[in-house]
């Protein structure tokens, strides 16, 4: 099948930047419209970005990578660009994810890793790095894709009104957290094994001022990989004890810092088996279904500690069960 933007990327290295006896080759796809790829010559590599003006903002990307390496994060750097076209060279960090290469003797490792560079991220400036904010609208939009994707079109399931409640809750819980840089996706996909300033950071264009626990749940309570109860927590409260060190707000209390942690574990959750059931049905990508079970087991563990959850609880109570394991 004929590619244009694909013929178009290549015609951008050879003939605009002289990139000559190179092999192009396919890197990674994400959730999104971006597409990856590696750039083989003499030995070497780079990452071609292809994104295309319509979908994707590389403005965003440029903006957010500089800020981002200023704070000491292990982001790629832009070598060149065509904003016009859509079309990033970057330096490749590496293929060695995160969700690939963790396991249970080497994550306190690798987290003890990603938990000190979000400490570097969460330190920095939301407005100096010109990030948006987190805002109710947004919040509330990212929810709806539950109701509307994964009950109304995965399921075939109307509730109407019901979750308005739990929604205005959970916003409500996002919104009174101390608001500071998010990356917004920080986890293991977007996180890659480096031999220095591990780990590498993908993925940051969408970075938002927003809640405290955001890429905390992100990370500990991944889509992508789950862990023990005991080891998130032991996570989550040493992080909370180093981030106050370094002047990070993180409450009043390690009990409210739970609260927000689980509550905005729940909103997440929500948007992202809305997502994955968007990404099969509009984008044709498949293979996030498989990762539905798990969120839903996040969600089912979480809103049984909490009374005031007990609508959603009801709602996923009547839900049949996903195919998969969590």
Known sequence: MPDPRFESLQQWLSRDLGVIN???????????????????????????????????????????????????LNVPEVLEQ?????????TDLGERQYLRIL??????????????????????????????????DLLMKEMELFRDWYLGRHLGIDIGTALNETFGLLVVSALEQPQIPVHRDYHSRNLMVTEK???????????????????????????YRAWPQDRVLTWLYDYRRKAAQVG??????????????????????????????????????SGYLKDIPRVLNYLRTVICQYDELAELAQVLRDLPEPMGSP
């Open 22 to 72: 190179y092999q192009l080759v396919p890197a990674s796809e994400d959730a999104s419209f971006r597409r990856y790829f590696r750039v083989h010559r003499n030995g070497d590599s780079l990452i071609a970005m292809d994104a295309p003006p319509e979908r994707e903002n590389c403005r965003s990307f440029i903006r957010i990578a500089r800020g981002f390496r200023d704070l000491g």
């Open 82 to 90: 065509n904003l016009e076209q859509g079309f990033l060279l970057l």
């Open 103 to 136: 396991n249970f003797h080497n994550a306190p490792v690798l987290y003890g890793d990603a938990l000190a560079a979000l400490r570097l991220l969460q330190g920095g400036d939301a407005e100096e790095l010109g990030l948006p904010s987190y805002n109710r």
């Open 197 to 223: 300033a591990n780990p590498g950071i993908l993925d940051f264009q969408d970075a938002v001022k927003g809640p405290v626990t955001y890429d905390l749940v992100s990370l500990l309570r991944d889509c």
């Open 248 to 285: 990070i707000p993180v409450g009043a209390s390690e009990a409210e810092f739970l609260r927000w942690f689980d509550w905005m574990g729940v909103q997440r959750h929500l948007k992202a088996s809305g997502i994955f059931a968007r990404l099969n049905y509009r984008d044709g990508k």
